[in-house]
């Protein structure tokens, strides 16, 4: 979803974000890993603190790319 280029796609994303699931929650960090909006970055600080190791290592990414 990360890479379509289809507004609606970014914001289904942001939707699971607090999913129960941490793998759902990982595609989300990994999803949004090439955005650099204030809704991505919101999700990845809120990523940052997510219970799991995978999806806190995969949020650390959100908007990298993007600001270098």
Known sequence: FGDSP???????LLKMQ???YWFV?????????????KEALAARDKLLKDENE???KAA?????SISR
């Open 60 to 64: 650390k990414e959100i908007g990298k």
């Open 6 to 12: 289809h507004k609606a796609a970014i914001k289904l």
């Open 18 to 20: 607090d999913d129960s």
């Open 54 to 56: 995978d999806v806190r």
């Open 25 to 37: 929650r990982l595609r989300v960090a990994q999803g949004l890993k090439n955005q650099n909006s």
